[in-house]
């Protein structure tokens, strides 16, 4: 389906951002490819919008939701799953089949999609350490599928030798022996320390080696510092809420008062982890 104008703060978890100008939400692979086959304008793709701030003039483009493209196939230990999958079904179905290793997925509010696209991670997880292979569609339409070898995978960054591709499925292994953590503990702890069912992208910044994000921003005073209605997290410093219908302007100046004060207090430059468009 295609429609046009469509606010992105009904499709971001931070409740803001500007309009796409277009929108489009394909029900098949076929669909999707036929589409981009014919598509002239810059792309978006988009997952549960978790990890993703649109700026307030939009996105002069087409926007494509990937929601319909959620197939899940188990084969052994191997399970091929489509981009639009939610994390946390992944998470459950290895639960309910006794595989291993995908237990942390349960704690991120995102798509197979967009984990994917940032290697996302959780206590001390990451999702490309389990893929075996991807699949990907190109600007034109054209599918491929992928090794790991494909990509350069790092710390919440994915870089692909093949420009232009988006992913559209992947092929994992939870083949650990014993399992490594509890979905309910899991849970548990990520809703004692984080502001769950506030309007937020989880955490906007990137931890290094060296040091937590969250402990720098608590550091300088900024629990609780608020734009606008943007406003630093009580209960966990790396997360931004928005309280009261922020603007993306309004939560971008915070991010970047944020490395702002960062900056010049402990002399450390905060690297975003939120993609901003």
Same mark, same amino acid.
């Given at each position: 389906?295609?429609?046009?104008? $469509?606010?992105?703060?009904?499709?971001? &978890?931070?409740?803001?951002?500007?309009? =796409?100008?277009?929108? !489009?939400?394909? @029900? +098949?692979?076929?669909?999707?490819?036929?589409?981009?086959?014919?598509?002239?304008?810059?792309?978006?793709?988009?997952?549960?919008?978790?990890?993703?701030?649109?700026?307030?003039?939009?996105?002069?483009?087409?926007?494509?939701?990937?929601?319909?493209?959620?197939?899940?196939?188990?084969?052994?230990?191997?399970?091929?799953?489509?981009?639009?999958?939610?994390?946390?079904?992944?998470?459950?179905?290895?639960?309910?089949?006794?595989?291993?290793?995908?237990?942390?997925?349960?704690?991120?509010?995102?798509?197979?999609?967009?984990?994917?696209?940032?290697?996302?991670?959780?206590?001390?997880? $990451?999702?490309?350490?389990?893929?075996? &292979?991807?699949?990907?569609?190109?600007? =034109?339409?054209?599918? !491929?599928?992928? @090794? +790991?070898?494909?990509?350069?995978?790092?710390?919440?960054?994915?870089?692909?030798?093949?420009?232009?591709?988006?992913?559209?499925?992947?092929?994992?292994?939870?083949?650990?022996?014993?399992?490594?953590?509890?979905?309910?503990?899991?849970?548990?702890?990520?809703?004692?320390?984080?502001p769950i069912g506030q309007a937020s992208c989880g955490s906007v910044f990137k931890n290094s080696g060296n040091y937590h994000a969250a402990r720098l921003i608590e550091d300088c005073g900024l629990k609780g510092f608020c734009i606008g209605?943007?406003?630093?997290?009580?209960?966990?410093?790396?997360?931004?809420?928005?309280?009261?219908?922020?603007?993306?302007?309004?939560?971008?100046?915070?991010?970047?008062?944020?490395?702002?004060?960062?900056?010049?207090?402990?002399?450390?430059?905060?690297?975003?982890?939120?993609?901003?468009?």
């Amino acid at each position: 389906m295609l429609i046009h104008n $469509e606010s992105m703060s009904k499709h971001c &978890s931070l409740r803001a951002g500007g309009q =796409a100008k277009d929108f !489009f939400t394909p @029900n +098949t692979l076929g669909e999707l490819s036929e589409f981009l086959k014919n598509n002239q304008e810059p792309i978006l793709m988009l997952g549960l919008g978790s990890n993703l701030l649109v700026r307030d003039q939009g996105f002069n483009g087409v926007v494509i939701k990937l929601k319909h493209l959620n197939a899940l196939n188990i084969s052994g230990n191997n399970i091929y799953t489509e981009a639009g999958t939610t994390l946390a079904k992944l998470s459950r179905l290895c639960e309910s089949k006794g595989l291993h290793g995908a237990e942390f997925l349960s704690a991120i509010p995102g798509s197979v999609g967009g984990a994917l696209a940032m290697n996302a991670g959780a206590f001390g997880s $990451e999702i490309w350490q389990f893929v075996d &292979s991807v699949t990907v569609i190109n600007t =034109a339409g054209v599918i !491929f599928k992928r @090794n +790991t070898t494909d990509f350069k995978i790092t710390y919440r960054q994915v870089t692909a030798n093949n420009k232009n591709e988006y992913f559209i499925a992947a092929s994992f292994n939870f083949n650990q022996i014993d399992k490594q953590q509890d979905i309910k503990a899991l849970l548990k702890k990520r809703n004692t320390s984080q502001p769950i069912g506030q309007a937020s992208c989880g955490s906007v910044f990137k931890n290094s080696g060296n040091y937590h994000a969250a402990r720098l921003i608590e550091d300088c005073g900024l629990k609780g510092f608020c734009i606008g209605s943007a406003c630093v997290s009580d209960k966990h410093a790396n997360f931004i809420i928005n309280q009261d219908n922020a603007t993306a302007t309004d939560i971008e100046n915070l991010i970047k008062h944020i490395q702002q004060t960062v900056k010049s207090k402990l002399d450390i430059d905060l690297k975003t982890e939120v993609k901003i468009i």
